[in-house]
T-cell receptor, first 114, second 113 residues
Framework: DAKTTQPNSMESNEEEPVHLPCNHS???????IHWYRQLPSQGPEYVIH???SNVNNRMASLAIAEDRKSSTLILHRATLRDAAVYYC???????????????FGQGTILTVHP | DAMVIQNPRYQVTQFGKPVTLSCSQT?????MYWYQQKSSQAPKLLFH???????NEADTPDNFQSRRPNTSFCFLDIRSPGLGDAAMYLC????????????FGPGTRLLVL
């Protein structure tokens, strides 16, 4: 499975934007970029995903580099509730043994200060 | 309107005593997954069911088994828990194997004494 690299931790202040980077230099053409987050004492939850184009939803935006070797999850206005571990995951949906499974890396611990 | 339910939230068992963890879903999804998450680590996939078809990950120990009696329920059986099996166990579902989103339950934290 293609690997991702994320900073171990990041900090932000409430109401400010947060940019969470992810490097995936070995990404293949059939890998989608997925982001999940895990709040304390909860299971992971889906945030956003994309293939080539930038994506927006009610939770966040995903900016994907033109060469797809990196991406950035953008939280436009961080709240205390956004404090979580954020996982950037490559998901191959082309078939074969990987069948689209999620392989979690270590993720980025986001701390939000009031 | 809970979608993926795991009971109990906390489970204590004794070393070597079989234990079963439960997961149910109200989403009518075809796929159910079990993940193990040890302290300060990322979730690791153990196995998944696509409908009644069981798919084991290559590195999942034989000590871990699973049953899916119907669409809604899936069980994780640990035949002889060791101290190293203490972890959070997460159940997840998706509509299809290649479904975009996996929906996770809150997890069951297992303590082995």
């Amino acid at each position: 499975d293609a690997k991702t690299t994320q900073p171990n931790s990041m900090e932000s202040n409430e109401e400010e934007p947060v940019h969470l980077p992810c490097n995936h230099s070995t990404i293949s053409g059939t890998d989608y970029i997925h982001w999940y987050r895990q709040l304390p004492s909860q299971g992971p939850e889906y945030v956003i995903h994309g293939l080539t184009s930038n994506v927006n939803n009610r939770m966040a935006s995903l900016a994907i580099a033109e060469d797809r070797k990196s991406s950035t999850l953008i939280l436009h206005r961080a709240t205390l509730r956004d404090a979580a571990v954020y996982y950037c995951i490559l998901r191959d949906v082309s078939g074969g043994t990987s069948y689209g499974k999620l392989t979690f890396g270590q993720g980025t611990i986001l701390t939000v200060h009031p | 309107d809970a979608m993926v339910i795991q009971n109990p939230r906390y489970q204590v068992t004794q070393f070597g005593k079989p234990v079963t963890l439960s997961c149910s879903q109200t989403l009518n999804h075809n796929v159910m997954y079990w993940y193990q998450q040890k302290s300060s680590q990322a979730p690791k996939l153990l196995f998944h069911y696509y409908d009644k078809d069981f798919n084991n990950e290559a590195d999942t120990p034989d000590n871990f088994q699973s049953r899916r009696p119907n669409t809604s329920f899936c069980f994780l059986d640990i035949r002889s828990p060791g101290l190293g099996d203490a972890a959070m166990y997460l159940c997840a579902t998706s509509r299809e194997v290649k479904g975009v989103t996996q929906y996770f339950g809150p997890g069951t934290r297992l303590l082995v004494l």
